[in-house]
């Protein structure tokens, strides 16, 4: 996770790591495009490094080039480094790139900066596409303010919360249908030490905008919080802050796992994978791993929705998305690769070839329709969807919100902010400082955003 030391200027994104990360991250990737842009039928697509782009890659020339003639020349990076490079190029719209990988939080921001081609004449004309079959809340997302679509998602995730079947069992612990997160603290308190040296729950520490601060906003939405108020009043000093924030801080020094503050995404799947902890929140795209072939938990994992307070659901809403660059030489190639690398058929592809459990899904209702997936899946695609379909970008809390988004505040100088506030957070969880002192400082930081859009 890296931090900017300084602050941005408005419209220009701040770039670090964001959403959650999907996959593990693979080593040793080829890299591709050269300086030039694209010409002829070869297009340039700029992408993130994990396990399902890579399978993409692997398939793109036998099946997509194949097919269309087509050539596409991959430049494969790590999250972080993607960001960067994505942002320089689209911003100087240099036209390097015809196609990168995108998140639900960076589209509307690109778009709203004219960065991006829109797609609805191409959707229009691509009947076989199917943009109507794109889960709601995942076109919602990746729409810009003007109402027009600018991005196609590859694959998709909510949040939910993960439990020892087991376990719970063996302790005489029922997991409520729709639980609420004091009933998940007495869970975990009643899990820990269930087995030696299990806790209770795994819940992200780490330091990073979509490390700790996604799982934690989540936690605050449902609570009463919100970052900013309609009026863009910074509010992380609200009674509502703080008692969320305390609550998430508590529980996981009391019942959390060992080295919580450096424990993200891929340390909290380990713990639970390795029978170190009960019970786990975060995104909904561990279950592939959690259920994969020789995986020592694969059977024994409950699904729960994610857990609330004040509102009716609060799981997050993030995708890997394609976006086209507004500069790019070869758009129309460019929308052939995109719909291929979203559509039906190539999760049929990548179903027939690689395995039901590695298809790009949470983007396709039709995904959930189909057999093979529904019998690969069984124990967590249904529950998976459904967070997906209740996920409410535009309105997670109980207040209106300024700016779009359920983990993020749908504005660029969100990463620089969250990626600080989370430092004071997880200062907060290795017990460096009090949990009021994180927010008194947290709020200082957010009240000079906060000045750049008041009266806006």
């Not at 036209?95 to 995108?102: E, F, I, K, N, S």
Request: glycine share 10%; hydrophobic share 40%; net charge negative.
């Amino acid at each position: 996770m890296r931090t900017q030391s300084r602050r941005r200027p408005r419209g220009v994104l701040a770039t670090a790591a964001a959403g959650t990360l999907i996959a593990p991250l693979l080593s040793g990737c080829w890299v591709g495009a050269g300086g030039a842009g694209s010409g002829g039928d070869a297009i340039n697509v700029l992408m993130v490094n994990n396990s399902q782009m890579a399978e993409l890659q692997k398939l793109t020339a036998a099946h997509f080039t194949k097919e269309t003639g087509i050539k596409v020349n991959f430049t494969v990076l790590p999250e972080n480094d993607v960001r960067d490079k994505i942002s320089q190029d689209f911003a100087n719209q240099a036209g390097q790139y015809d196609v990168a990988t995108l998140s639900n939080y960076e589209i509307p921001i690109y778009a709203k900066n004219g960065w991006l081609k829109e797609m609805d004449p191409y959707v229009a004309e691509d009947r076989a596409y199917d943009q109507q079959d794109i889960l709601k809340p995942m076109r919602q997302s990746l729409t810009g303010e003007d109402g027009k679509l600018y991005g196609q998602p590859f694959y998709g995730e909510s949040s939910f919360l993960m439990y020892r079947k087991d376990i719970f069992a063996e302790k005489g612990l029922t997991m409520p249908a729709r639980p609420t997160w004091q009933q998940v603290a007495d869970l975990a308190a009643k899990a820990d030490g269930a087995r030696p040296g299990m806790k209770g729950i795994c819940l992200r520490g780490l330091p990073g905008w979509g490390e700790v601060m996604a799982p934690l906003t989540t936690v605050v939405n449902t609570f009463g919080g919100t970052w900013f108020d309609k009026d863009w009043k910074a509010r992380l000093d609200s009674p509502e802050w703080k008692q969320a924030v305390n609550f998430y801080v508590d529980l996981v020094r009391e019942h959390g796992e060992s080295g919580a503050p450096q424990a993200g995404f891929a340390e909290c799947l380990n713990n639970l994978t390795q029978g170190k902890v009960a019970m786990w929140y975060d995104a909904t795209s561990a279950a592939g791993s959690l259920e994969a072939d020789g995986s020592p938990v694969a059977g024994k994992i409950g699904y729960a929705p994610a857990p609330v307070e004040r509102t009716e659901s609060s799981g997050w809403l993030y995708t890997w998305a394609w976006g086209i660059q507004n500069a790019s030489r070869n758009p129309d190639n460019a929308w052939k690769f995109v719909s291929w690398a979203s559509s039906k058929e190539y999760e049929q592809l990548v179903g027939e070839k690689v395995g039901w459990s590695n298809i790009p899904a949470g983007k396709r209702a039709s995904t959930y329709a189909d057999p093979a997936y529904r019998a690969e899946a069984a124990a967590f695609q249904e529950m998976t969807k459904r967070a997906i379909e209740q996920a409410r970008p535009d309105d997670p809390g109980v207040q209106p919100r300024p700016a779009p988004g359920i983990q993020f505040v749908g504005i660029p100088e969100f990463t620089d902010l969250g990626t600080k506030v989370s430092q004071e957070i997880s200062a907060a969880i290795a017990g460096r400082q009090s949990v009021d002192t994180a927010l008194r400082k947290s709020q200082q930081l957010a009240e000079e955003i906060a000045e750049e859009y008041e009266g806006r």
